[in-house]
């Protein structure tokens, strides 16, 4: 596991902490992660701050692709100081099973979980209303998603070939869910979906057959 604490400077705004690289921001008090130098970690715990210069210098951000290429990545913890992951942040990061995304986070980039065939659990934080495209795009091990209670949008392709995933509980503020965002989920037996809903093209195209419900239950083929 690397626990990123000593600090080598690479020039005026790029640093690098066991095997982490870092970026300073425009503010000079706060650094993106931008990619991780060592691929063949299993696991990276992510500081709040790093000490530079004698300044703390507060992770803010996860640049687009930062995790791409980590293949026996398992686990990654991000500090509640992190408020956006990019495009792409773990690009088919093919062993990761679990990430911890802080209560905080603001922004989460279209395709952030691109096929990561092993993650099993995810929990959105409160603050995303608003899922991009692609997130868990081919995630086929992908068995429990937590919405936030605002979530008012889910976006194309976002739980596309999520062959694990068996229910989806929808918040009720929920207003679009985009074209194929749940498609060809094969095993996909109970959705409760708003009845005010508006749904995309193909939004649940090869799931289980519908068997719509009055009270807002789009459909249940769950096994007695």
């Known amino acids: ?3 990123p604490q000593e600090i080598c400077d ?9 095997g982490v690289a870092y970026e300073i921001n425009n503010d000079m008090c706060s650094v993106t992660l931008s990619h991780v130098i060592s691929k063949d970690a299993d696991a990276l715990v992510i500081p709040k701050t790093l ?33 956006s992951i ?13 990430v911890h995304l ?15 065939n092993s993650l099993r659990t995810a929990i959105i934080p409160p603050n995303i209303t608003a899922l991009g495209d692609g997130m868990f795009y081919r995630d086929r091990s992908l068995e429990f998603v937590v919405f936030p209670d605002e979530m008012k949008l889910i976006g194309r392709y976002a739980f596309y070939g999520c062959t694990a995933l068996r ?15 749940f498609a060809d989920c094969k095993n996909l037996r109970y959705v ?5 809903a508006i749904l995309g093209n193909d939004s649940f195209h ?19």
């Open 51 to 83: 000490l530079f210069h004698s300044r703390k210098l507060t992770v803010s951000s996860v640049d687009d692709g930062a995790f791409s290429g980590c293949n026996n990545l398992e686990y990654v913890v991000l500090p509640d100081s992190v408020k």
């Open 192 to 196: 409760d979906c708003p009845k005010t």
């Open 1 to 3: 596991m690397y626990m």
């Open 167 to 181: 229910s989806a509980i929808i918040p009720e503020e929920l207003e679009v869910v985009r074209s194929h965002a």
């Open 10 to 18: 690479l020039d005026c705004r790029n640093i690098v902490s066991n």
């Open 206 to 224: 090869g799931c289980p057959e519908p068997n719509p419900q009055s009270d807002g239950i789009m459909y249940d083929q769950s096994e007695d």
């Open 102 to 116: 802080p209560d905080g986070l603001e922004h989460l980039g279209d395709y952030a979980f691109y096929e990561c």
């Open 86 to 98: 990019g495009y792409c942040a773990f690009y088919r990061c093919a062993s990761l099973t679990w």
